[in-house]
């Protein structure tokens, strides 16, 4: 048995929508041979396992596949580690060292836009088109579709869809948010799924900073 924390990433601030996310603070409990057995079982987007929880070394995973850094899953481990252990200047996926700054309740992570999955983005004309959308028919796609809802303010309604990676349609996409704030180059304030939140801020670094609010749902063993 090992324990596993259950937390939602990006959660507007009425505690709404929130992409789910399974963390295992003491991961190297879970051989490593077991990790995507154990994160298809959970079937969340994506599941974190902590190695060294004192130097933030985390590997994440899909249902389907081993990623090398994605957005919820390192604001959400950053944002337990703080409330379950203590906070973290930085987390280490195997992309490569990820920044982590505390503001308030909000927890900020900096990737970049190369690292993760790479979304094909689509912009439509408007956030009514955003949520008549259906779900890509190939099993290939990692599409993004976005429009802004307020261009001036960098509001934007923004689906994602990556379904190669095992994921039908994510609720909240952090990777997506940091290649969107990277093409677009300015703040965003995005709004995805049934009621998530992220905010985007280029560093001017060639770095995206993502983060919002995480609440923790439940925590119990799971069996290994």
């Known amino acids: 048995m090992a324990r596993l924390h259950l937390l939602r990433v990006f959660c507007g601030e009425n505690g709404s929508g929130g992409n789910e996310l399974a963390v295992f603070l003491d991961g190297h409990e879970v051989p490593p041979e077991r990790r995507q057995a154990v994160a298809a079982d959970l079937g969340l987007s994506e599941t974190v396992f902590v190695d060294d929880a004192g130097h933030g070394d985390i590997r994440i995973f ?3 596949a081993e990623l090398n850094f994605a957005g919820h899953p390192t604001v959400g481990t950053a944002w337990l580690l703080a409330r379950e252990r203590s906070p973290v200047p930085a987390l280490n996926p195997t992309a490569g060292e990820v920044a982590v700054r505390y503001s308030g309740e909000e927890t900020y992570v900096a990737g970049r836009a190369e690292w993760g999955p790479q979304y094909e983005f689509r912009q439509l004309g ?3 088109e955003i949520d008549a959308l259906s779900a890509p028919a190939g ?3 990692i599409v993004v579709t976005w429009a802004f809802i307020d261009d001036d303010a960098g509001v934007v309604r923004m689906r994602v869809f990556p379904v190669a990676i095992g994921i039908a349609e994510d609720e909240a996409t952090g990777s997506a948010a940091v290649q969107l ?3 677009l180059g300015r703040e965003l304030d995005i709004r995805q799924g049934k009621g ?3 905010r985007a801020r280029p560093l001017g670094d060639g770095r995206v900073e993502i983060g919002g609010h995480s609440v923790l749902d439940h925590v119990r063993d799971h069996p290994l």
């Open 196 to 198: 998530s939140r992220i």
């Open 62 to 64: 899909t249902p389907a």
């Open 181 to 183: 704030g990277a093409l």
């Open 139 to 141: 099993d290939d796609e």
């Open 126 to 128: 408007s956030a009514a």
